[in-house]
């Protein structure tokens, strides 16, 4: 979403009939949304929207919660306008819905590797800068002058994984979803891409963080960096470890509980490294030069 630009999406979806939602769950949907840089809008589901209207006191708790967690990234609205970091980029085309490419990326999201995703139609010297890894999953679709912006970036040192014909981003209309042929061929692209990211460190690398998401962004100059973590664990992780490159010499722990806890940085094998005690729901990492 950040590498369209500033402007906010707000993701409107309502819960599934006759489901019951944990508060915890709204909180992390919430946070979710928040860490890419969009608004969650808050839909209940009827059995919890029952609860709040008669003021019962799980329902008001769960409330304060899910409000504590949406006044904590409104009260960051810097955040919105950093953008994805990291060294690897994928190439992608939104105007064909971007279902390939956007499963590739989630793949990669899991595997916690900092990834920016870079539009097609913004594909330029700039938009790899930093970057030491690209894939490009529909190369057909690229203009001659496009073609010769990711040839200077394999001249000048950087990796490049392109898709043969058969990798396309076709467009699916108003479908969300990849037919089985699809499916086995995202999967064949994540074999080559997971081999070309190996175990390297991008940019960050977190360690103990199975139940969590992560995203990792930085601020235009590269002073300020933030890695958002969000746990979708029904109870806190602790000791989790983080290291990552760059000249960071102050890093600091943020969470929605109120926690601003400065970390010790030490020296890691792959750079530096900060320790986290704990993570309820959420929290957020802040790294500064």
Same mark, same amino acid.
């Given at each position: 979403m950040?590498?369209? *630009?500033d402007t906010?999406l707000?993701?409107? #979806?309502?819960p599934?009939?006759? =489901?019951? %939602? =944990? ?5 992390? %949907?919430?946070?979710?949304?928040a860490m890419s840089?969009?608004?969650?809008v808050?839909? /209940?589901d009827?059995?919890?929207a ?5 003021r019962e006191?799980?329902?008001l708790?769960?409330?304060r919660?899910?409000a504590?967690?949406?006044?904590y ?14 060294q690897?980029a ?8 971007g ?6 990326l989630?793949?990669?999201? %899991?595997?916690? =590797?900092?990834?920016?995703p870079?539009?097609r ?8 800068s ?5 894939v #490009?999953v529909d190369?057909e679709?690229l203009?001659?002058?496009?073609r010769?912006v990711?040839?200077?970036f394999t001249?000048?040192g950087g990796?490049l ?5 058969g990798?396309?981003?076709q467009?699916h209309?108003?479908s969300?979803t ?6 086995e @061929?995202?999967?064949?692209i994540?074999?080559d891409?997971?081999?070309?990211v190996? @175990?390297?460190n991008?940019?960050?690398?977190? /360690?103990?963080? +199975?139940?969590?998401?992560?995203? /990792?962004?930085?601020?235009s ?9 969000v ?9 989790? +470890?983080?290291? /990552?490159l ?8 943020? +969470? ?10 030490y020296?890691?094998?792959d750079?530096a *490294? ?9 929290a957020?990492?802040r790294?500064?030069?």
């Amino acid at each position: 979403m950040r590498a369209w *630009g500033d402007t906010t999406l707000w993701i409107a #979806n309502e819960p599934p009939p006759k =489901t019951v %939602v =944990t508060g915890a769950r709204y909180q992390q %949907v919430i946070a979710d949304a928040a860490m890419s840089g969009a608004r969650w809008v808050i839909a /209940f589901d009827a059995d919890f929207a029952r609860r709040l209207h008669g003021r019962e006191a799980d329902a008001l708790s769960d409330w304060r919660r899910m409000a504590a967690v949406v006044r904590y990234y409104e009260r960051h609205p810097e955040w919105r306008h950093m953008q994805e970091s990291g060294q690897l980029a994928v190439v992608q085309d939104p105007g064909k819905g971007g279902l390939l490419s956007g499963g590739i990326l989630d793949m990669i999201a %899991v595997k916690h =590797t900092p990834v920016r995703p870079v539009p097609r139609q913004q594909l330029s010297p700039a938009a790899l800068s930093g970057a030491t890894m690209a894939v #490009n999953v529909d190369g057909e679709s690229l203009t001659p002058e496009q073609r010769e912006v990711l040839r200077n970036f394999t001249r000048g040192g950087g990796t490049l994984l392109t898709g043969p014909p058969g990798w396309k981003d076709q467009s699916h209309g108003e479908s969300i979803t990849l037919d089985k042929a699809e499916l086995e @061929r995202l999967n064949d692209i994540w074999r080559d891409v997971n081999s070309m990211v190996g @175990r390297r460190n991008l940019g960050v690398r977190l /360690f103990n963080v +199975a139940s969590m998401l992560s995203n /990792f962004i930085a601020s235009s100059d590269g002073k300020t960096a933030i890695v958002h973590l969000v746990n979708y664990a029904d109870y806190p992780v602790e000791g989790i +470890a983080m290291h /990552f490159l760059g000249d960071y010499k102050h890093a600091t722990l943020i +969470a929605p509980e109120g926690t601003e806890k400065k970390l010790e940085i030490y020296q890691a094998e792959d750079g530096a *490294g900060v320790d986290i005690d704990k993570v309820s729901v959420c929290a957020t990492i802040r790294l500064e030069q």
